[in-house]
Structures are given as C-alpha cells and as structure tokens.
C-alpha cells in the first residue's frame, strides 16, 4: 500500500505540472507524443541511468577516499549534478536533432527540458518518498518527503534542465555555428552548475536554516524563470502580430480570427468550437513560427514548403473556425 501511495504522490504531481507546462505554450504546442516522450525519457533513461551510474562512481570514490563522507559529498555535488542533466539533457537533444521542425523557440527549448526533468522527478520523488520516507519513518514520514519532494522543490528538475532546453533553443535560431556548438553546451553547463549549487548549498550552511535558506533560493530562481517565460510568450505573441498580417492582406484568414489568434487564451479555449477550430489556431502558430524562421534562415529545412503546406491547410479550416 505505501509503495502504490508513494507512486502515486511521485508520479500525479508531476503529470499535473506538465500539464501546467504545457499549457504555458500559448500560440503553438508542441506535439503531445513527443512531450509524453520526453517526459518518460526522464522516468526511464535518466533516472534509471543515473541511478546505476551515481552509485557506482559513489562506490568507487569510497575505494579510492576509504572515506564515506567523501563518497556522500562527491556524488551529491560533483556526480550526481553532472550524470543526471546530461542524462536529461539527451532527450531535448534528441528532440533537437531528430525532430528540428517541432523546435521553434526558445520556448520549446524551456518546455522540452522542463518536461523531462518534470520525469526524472517523479521516478526521483517515488524513490524517497518509499525509501527515505515510509521505510524510514513510516507514514509520518512518506508525508514529510511528500510535502518535500513534490511541494518545496517539486520544480527543480524541470528548473535546472529548462536551461539546457534554452542553450539549445539558441543554437537553432542562429546561424553562427560557433554559437551554435557553444550554445548547447553553456545551457548543460549552467543546468549542471545550478543543480550542483542546490545540492551543496543547503548543507554547507547547515540546519533548518540552511534548508530554509535554501527553499528562498530555489523559489527565487523558479520565479526569475517564470518571469523568463511571460517574456517569452509575450515574444511569440509578437511574431504571431507580425506574420499574420500578410495573411489577413490576403484574405486567407478573417480580421476577427487574427484577433483571435493573437490572444493567449485561444488555444485554450478553441477545442470549445470543434476540432476544425483547434487545429486552424494551432496551425496560425504553426504558420507565424515558419514564416519567421523562413525570413531569418532561409529555407532551411524546407520551411518554404512547410510555409505553403500550412497556407492550404488554413485554407480549408478557416471556413469552418469561428
């Protein structure tokens, strides 16, 4: 039974703070299988490998130190930091290699990191609120990891890998290709720093006061990101303005739905109004993200082609959205 309540507090929260995530993607989404792919990477991959790995490099820094707190030290802030956001890492950069045409923003690079720390967390949370909470401290116990684990630092995996998201987010909107080989690695780079400044932090200045020191930290770092995507969606809002305008000129789309594409709600609310709707709206974004890439890279990857498939799409859909 704690074991099932333990997989339940890892896992639900998490599902609902993906959601969350997703939902902040306001003018294109970005498609739900990949999300959900990622987001089991980090449940999966991730966790599962950081797990054999962090031991054994633990292990092996006792044989070496003959030190147990050397051991403890060396995988909490030299380790563990470094396995598990490369290990994370890996599945934005999948999504970066692999699937180039879903990666439009520096946004994207946000929510696919974030989701697949959002993963590793919750194989991360099950495991210590089971084994450091109920078996250590019974149910009493499972309840203070829980408040811990999923409520106070709940956010910092998906915090820490959104910065390896945003590194390779940059690489794909420049054309500098030394910035497009250092932007990745800054982005692992600080993700790596920040986890390895929270793990240590805490415990260098010791206590409850330390811990608390520690939450006023992290929580400030969680709203400058926070802040970081308003901007951010307000930035898209931006290129929807600009790149529709040719499409109201041209009479694909109506004046009343360029409105309604430019509001952050929409894609919200348009599966209100039927498929049709959802998917002309989504497709505005589509077509407003590849029209600004097209005037800034050129054709690559197609977007021209990509550009006029969206075009015809919203030709048929934009008699039946409202």
């Known amino acids: 039974m704690a074991l099932l309540v333990s997989l339940f507090l890892g896992f639900f929260p998490m599902f609902l703070y993906a959601a969350f995530i997703y939902w902040l993607d306001r003018y294109e989404k970005e498609p739900k299988a990949l999300l959900g792919a990622a987001f089991f990477w980090g449940v999966i991959i991730a966790a599962g490998g950081a797990f054999i790995v962090n031991t054994a490099l633990g292990i092996g820094i006792f044989f070496i130190t003959g030190s147990e707190a050397a051991a403890e030290v060396g995988t909490t802030s030299v380790v563990a930091p470094i396995v598990e956001e490369i290990l994370k890492g890996l599945a934005v950069a999948i999504v970066f290699f692999l699937f ?22 919750a194989a991360e949370n099950t495991f210590y609120i089971y084994n450091m909470g109920y078996l250590e401290g019974g149910w009493e116990g499972l309840a203070i990891l829980a408040v811990i684990r999923v409520l106070l630092v709940g956010w910092m995996h998906a915090f820490f890998t959104a910065f390896t ?137 197609g977007n021209t082609a990509i550009v006029e498939g969206l075009r015809k799409e919203l030709a048929a859909l934009a008699p039946r959205a409202k």
């Open 165 to 301: 998201g945003i590194g390779f987010a940059v690489a794909r909107l420049n054309k500098n290709m030394l910035i497009k080989f250092i932007a990745p690695l800054a982005g692992l780079g600080a993700a790596i720093f920040l986890h390895a400044f929270h793990n240590t932090f805490s415990s260098l200045v010791g206590g409850m006061g330390g811990f608390a020191l520690g939450l006023v930290v992290d929580w400030v770092g969680y709203a400058f990101m926070l802040g970081f995507i308003i901007w951010l969606i307000a930035h898209e809002r931006k290129i929807v303005k600009k790149q529709l305008v040719e499409e109201v000129s041209s009479g694909l789309i109506s004046q009343a739905q360029y409105q309604r594409a430019l509001s952050p709600w929409t894609l919200t609310t348009a599966g209100l109004s039927g498929a049709a709707t959802s998917r002309f709206y989504q497709a505005c974004g589509e077509l407003a993200h590849k029209k600004e890439q097209l005037g800034k890279h050129g054709d690559e990857g």
């Open 100 to 121: 180039r045409k879903e990666f439009d923003s520096v946004l994207d690079g946000v929510i696919y990191g974030g989701i697949a720390g959002l993963g590793f967390a």
